[in-house]
T-cell receptor, first 113, second 112 residues
Framework: DAGVIQSPRHEVTEMGQEVTLRCKPISGHNSLFWYRQTMMRGLELLIYFNNNVPIDDSGMPEDRFSAKMPNASFSTLKIQPSEPRDSAVYFC???????????FGEGSWLTVV | ELKVEQNPLFLSMQEGKNYTIYCNYSTTSDRLYWYRQDPGKSLESLFVLLSNGAVKQEGRLMASLDTKARLSTLHITAAVHDLSATYFCAVDEETSGSRLTFGEGTQLTVNP
């Protein structure tokens, strides 16, 4: 099993630019999560999808952030326009139904300068 | 709002010693996860605890769950340097799907 695949692994962008992070969940998993990790705030859930439907986006910081899951094998997290305070590691994770292991991708390391 | 608190946040210990990391949470839940994260790496699943009294062991690590006390523990036996990492507990507060809320993490350093 290839695991959760994220791209890009690293991105450095200028403030104001659009950033798109991509995720391919593990085949057969019906839940997908986007987390953000920073030193100050730890691991925060941004949004999660169940069967491609957004269930809870209350963690999305503001309107600059948006996420989509057009099909069971692909999701994007977009930041437009990006700001330096968005610099963080963004993890995508996937799992089956409640009570099963949730697997994390390697993360996308974003730096906004 | 669900709160998940780990104790201690930083732990430095000698090889061969035993220690316990505590995870307290503020809601009724019987689904508790433990993860390990090495510096610059992803989160690796260690244990999933799904009922009151659940105990799981893997090598030198043992995790337990007491849902009545809203407490999980991660016990380290005879620590070795390779266990140095940050350990996170996470609580699933959803009855359908999963919505993990993570603790702050415990940064463990095992000294030779």
């Amino acid at each position: 099993d290839a695991g959760v695949i994220q791209s890009p692994r690293h991105e450095v962008t200028e403030m104001g630019q659009e950033v798109t992070l991509r995720c391919k969940p593990i085949s057969g998993h019906n839940s997908l999560f986007w987390y953000r990790q920073t030193m100050m705030r730890g691991l925060e859930l941004l949004i999660y999808f169940n069967n491609n439907v957004p269930i809870d986006d209350s963690g999305m910081p503001e309107d600059r952030f948006s996420a989509k899951m057009p099909n069971a094998s692909f999701s994007t997290l977009k930041i437009q326009p990006s700001e330096p305070r968005d610099s963080a590691v963004y993890f995508c994770a996937s799992g089956r139904n409640s009570g099963n292991t949730i697997y994390f991708g390697e993360g996308s390391w974003l730096t906004v300068v | 709002e669900l709160k998940v608190e780990q104790n201690p946040l930083f732990l430095s210990m000698q090889e061969g010693k035993n220690y316990t990391i505590y995870c307290n949470y503020s809601t009724t839940s019987d689904r508790l996860y433990w993860y390990r994260q090495d510096p610059g790496k992803s989160l690796e699943s260690l244990f999933v605890l799904l009922s009151n009294g659940a105990v799981k062991q893997e090598g030198r690590l043992m995790a337990s769950l007491d849902t009545k006390a809203r407490l999980s523990t991660l016990h380290i036996t005879a620590a070795v340097h390779d266990l140095s990492a940050t350990y996170f507990c996470a609580v699933d507060e959803e009855t359908s799907g999963s919505r993990l809320t993570f603790g702050e993490g415990t940064q463990l350093t095992v000294n030779p």
